[in-house]
C-alpha cells in the first residue's frame, strides 16, 4: 500500500525559535496532502489542505503565517511553525489521498515540545 | 459543518469479551468511514476503511459497519486481547479528502 512518511518524528525546541516538518509521499504523487494538529487528550483536527504549485488553504482560526506550508513537489509538503511558542507543542500528522480523494494515507506523525 | 461523536469515552472489558465501539456524524454525506488505532505517544494505524457505497468490512477479529443514513458506524472487536488496548478514532472523509475525527474511545483490555 501507499506510505506516507514525516520527518522527525519528534523535536524539541526553544520558544522562539522555527521548527520544519516534512511530509513525503514515498510511492506515489500526491497532488494534495493534509496537515492535521492533536493537542494532548484532544483528537485530531485539520489545520490546512496543501496543494502542489499553489497556496495552501487553512481552516477557520489557523494562522497562516504562523503555520507555514510549501508544497513544491508532489511527493513532498512541509510544515513550518515559525516563532514556536509552548502552546505550539502538539502532535502533528498529514496525509495524502491516493489514487481518489476517498482514500487517504496518514504519516506516522511529528511530536513537536516547545520548551 | 460535519460533526463526529464517539460513545463511550473510554472503555473498560476482561479479556475475552466482544464489544463495540459506536461512531455518529451530522452529515450523512460522507465519502468514507474510517477507523484508527492510536498508542500513546503514537501515530494512527490504519484498521479499516469502508467507503460509502459500502455497508461494512472485516480484517481479522474487527468488523466495522457503516449506516450513512443514520449517521452511523460501529467498530465491532471480538475476543479482546490486552494488546488491544489503545485509544480507537473514527474519521468521516469527504470527497475532497478532508477527514473530521471523533475524539476518539480509550479502552483497556485487563488480563
Known amino acids: 500500500g501507499a506510505v506516507v512518511s514525516q520527518h522527525p518524528s519528534w523535536v524539541i525546541c526553544k520558544s522562539g525559535t522555527s521548527v520544519k516538518i516534512e511530509c513525503r509521499s514515498l510511492?506515489?504523487?500526491?497532488?494534495?496532502m493534509f496537515w492535521y494538529r492533536q493537542f494532548p487528550k484532544q483528537s485530531l483536527m485539520l489545520m490546512a489542505t496543501?496543494?502542489?504549485?499553489?497556496?495552501?488553504?487553512?481552516e477557520q482560526g489557523v494562522e497562516k503565517d504562523k503555520f507555514l506550508i510549501n508544497h513544491a513537489s508532489l511527493t513532498l509538503s512541509t510544515l513550518t511553525v515559525t516563532s514556536a511558542h509552548p502552546e505550539d507543542s502538539s502532535f502533528y500528522i498529514c496525509?495524502?489521498?491516493?489514487?481518489?480523494?476517498?482514500?487517504?494515507?496518514f504519516g506516522p506523525g511529528t511530536r513537536l515540545t516547545v520548551l | 459543518k460535519q460533526e463526529v461523536t464517539q460513545i463511550p469515552a473510554a472503555l473498560s472489558v476482561p479479556e475475552g469479551e466482544n464489544l463495540v465501539l459506536n461512531c455518529s456524524f451530522t452529515?450523512?454525506?460522507?465519502?468514507?468511514l474510517q477507523w484508527f488505532r492510536q498508542d500513546p505517544g503514537k501515530g494512527l494505524t490504519s484498521l479499516l476503511l469502508?467507503?460509502?457505497?459500502?455497508r461494512e468490512q472485516t480484517s481479522g477479529r474487527l468488523n466495522a459497519s457503516l449506516d450513512k443514513s443514520s449517521g452511523r458506524s460501529t467498530l465491532y472487536i471480538a475476543a479482546s486481547q490486552p494488546g488491544d488496548s489503545a485509544t480507537y478514532l473514527c474519521?468521516?472523509?469527504?470527497?475532497?479528502?478532508?477527514?473530521?475525527f471523533g475524539d476518539g474511545t480509550t479502552l483497556t483490555v485487563k488480563p
Open positions: 452529515d450523512s454525506a460522507i465519502y468514507n
Open positions: 510511492d506515489f504523487q500526491a497532488t494534495t
Open positions: 469502508i467507503q460509502s457505497s459500502q
Open positions: 496543501s496543494n502542489e504549485g499553489s497556496k495552501a488553504t487553512y
Open positions: 474519521a468521516a472523509g469527504t470527497n475532497a479528502g478532508k477527514s473530521t
Open positions: 496525509s495524502a489521498t491516493y489514487p481518489t480523494p476517498d482514500t487517504q494515507y
